[in-house]
């Protein structure tokens, strides 16, 4: 079992686009994955039915008890983080502030601060229409610990790969360079990197690619929009070439993506020409996988 991550240096590049095609068209072989757990959207594509859901705690929160505090005050002392107020002559913590560190509630002489898990999101198994296993999940609003949660999804879909006798794991990565995309990448087989043709989108192209750097797994990129920037799309080649990134395809810039999209359909399975390209980028990273 191999896993196939793909992810993109900045939002709105195409990402989830490019992993809904692929997921259509590898069919039954693979579980499905998305790690974008602050802003998931495939299952909007992929219509999945919930065959199972789980609670998700990630960090702590303190609370203080007001019939044992004693009012001293310590713990408003040492909080680096400013989350206990004191009003009316009461201490109480401000959630939306509070880290989670414990440190309060080691301090308070007559043990009135508790800490408590939080619950931060949910994660689901389910199975997409077109009949492969999908494992997501949503990360309630302000919650921290994307990255723990990103790594749940993908314990979670490794083992029912494995279970099922899959050959891959397909993982929709979050955008960008932080904790929830090192979640994603590490330890995986191959990294499909999706770009477009855009001055930003090379700069956070080159960041992404400095990231995998320090992991040594393979890559290769694909160009979405293709056409919409000629010059920037020699730029990007450029780039790639030097970094000793093949280029797995192009996705065109086209008018059907957004009407595919807008009827809840992959775009390898809305347009013919869209489904061969695909075709060609699967065949792609199955043969660098091999190699």
């Not at 790639?240 to 093949?246: F, L, S, V």
Request: proline share 3%.
């Amino acid at each position: 079992m191999k896993e196939i991550v793909v992810i993109s240096g900045k939002g709105g590049t195409g990402k989830t686009t490019v992993t809904s095609s692929l997921a259509f068209l590898i069919e039954n072989n693979a579980i499905i994955a998305d790690c974008d757990v602050d802003a998931p959207d495939m299952h909007i594509i992929l219509e999945p039915e919930i065959i199972e859901q789980n609670e998700f705690y990630g960090g702590f929160h303190a609370e203080i008890n007001e019939k044992m505090c004693i009012s001293c005050g310590k713990c408003k002392d040492i909080c680096r983080f400013d989350a206990i107020d004191y009003k009316q002559e009461v201490y109480k913590i401000n959630n939306a502030e509070c880290e989670g560190c414990g440190y309060c509630s080691q301090i308070c002489p007559v043990e009135a601060v508790k800490m408590h898990e939080s619950h931060t999101g949910q994660l689901f198994y389910s199975q997409t229409r077109f009949g492969n296993n999908f494992v997501h999940a949503r990360l309630n609003i302000a919650a921290e610990n994307s990255g723990k949660l990103v790594a749940n999804v993908r314990n979670r879909a490794k083992e029912e790969a494995e279970k099922q006798n899959k050959s891959y794991v397909l993982i929709d990565g979050p955008p960008g360079i932080g904790c929830p995309v090192i979640a994603s990448i590490t330890g995986v087989n191959y990294i499909v990197l999706v770009t477009e043709p855009s001055m930003s989108a090379l700069h956070d192209l080159a960041r992404v690619v400095q990231l995998i750097g320090k992991f040594s797994i393979p890559a290769g990129c694909i160009i979405n929009k293709a056409g919409m920037n000629v010059q920037m799309e020699d730029k990007i080649n450029t780039f790639i070439k030097e970094k000793n990134i093949p280029l797995l395809g192009k996705v065109p810039f086209d008018k059907e993506i957004d009407i595919a999209q807008s009827k809840r359909k992959t775009i390898a399975e809305w347009n013919a020409t869209f489904k061969n390209e695909f075709r060609i980028i699967l065949n792609n990273i199955r043969n660098l996988l091999d190699k």
